[in-house]
T-cell receptor
């Protein structure tokens, strides 16, 4: 069965600092992996996705993520965080039936 | 292009009452999803439609939840009767056949059951 673990419930970073959000997945086959961001009162917005090929994927808003099969991880990174990045971030794994399994999310606070 | 529309945005009901949520997906998107997001958790898939047929409803509590997508376009999710633990945000998402792995989410309906 598919599952996603986001070990960090809440992270606080200073504006301009680098960011890494962790995601570990469990899936028997090659996973389809996603990162979504959710601002308060908003729906989920896709940041980036990995299906195959290059293990380092670029997304919107300056985010990137790296797929590491040996570690079953798909960590999200950003070199310099902006105050507007404060939000909830969700990692998800998808299967061939287009069914998504989401992690519990990481809440990001950005301090000036 | 217009996004996924949901209504109402907020709803407060008492337990044992019924409630219905509406979703209009992006035009031309064949697949429609309903998710339940309880506070502090990630979204959980309730039901997935492909056109007007159900693909997966294994996590839908069928004794109280029902959903339909009669004409393969908009969809309604109903809860009857509601329980306190149904308090959550109900998210609708849609995807196209061509880019089936890219789901577009609506703003959600926040349900509070008292």
């Amino acid at each position: 069965a598919q599952s996603v673990t986001q070990p960090d419930i809440h992270i606080t970073v200073s504006e301009g600092a680098s960011l890494e959000l962790r995601c570990n997945y469990s899936y028997g086959a090659t996973p389809y992996l996603f990162w979504y961001v959710q601002s308060p009162g908003q729906g989920l917005q896709l940041l980036l996705k990995y299906f195959s090929g290059d293990t380092l994927v670029q997304g919107i808003k300056g985010f990137e993520a790296e797929f590491k099969r040996s570690q079953s991880s798909f960590n999200l990174r950003k070199p310099s965080v902006h105050w507007s990045d404060a939000a909830e971030y969700f990692c998800a794994v998808g299967n061939t039936g287009n069914q998504f399994y989401f992690g519990t999310g990481t809440s990001l606070t950005v301090i000036p | 292009e217009a996004g996924v529309a949901q209504s109402p945005r907020y709803k407060i009901i008492e337990k044992r009452q019924s409630v219905a949520f509406w979703c209009n997906p992006i035009s031309g998107h064949a697949t429609l999803y309903w998710y339940q997001q309880i506070l502090g958790q990630g979204p959980k898939l309730l039901i997935q439609f492909q056109n007007n047929g159900v693909v997966d409803d294994s996590q839908l509590p069928k004794d109280r939840f029902s959903a339909e997508r009669l004409k393969g376009v908009d969809s309604t999710l109903k809860i009857q009767p509601a329980k306190l633990e149904d308090s959550a945000v109900y998210l609708c998402a849609s995807s196209s056949t061509r880019e089936s792995y890219e789901q577009y989410f609506g703003p959600g309906t926040r349900l509070t059951v008292t």
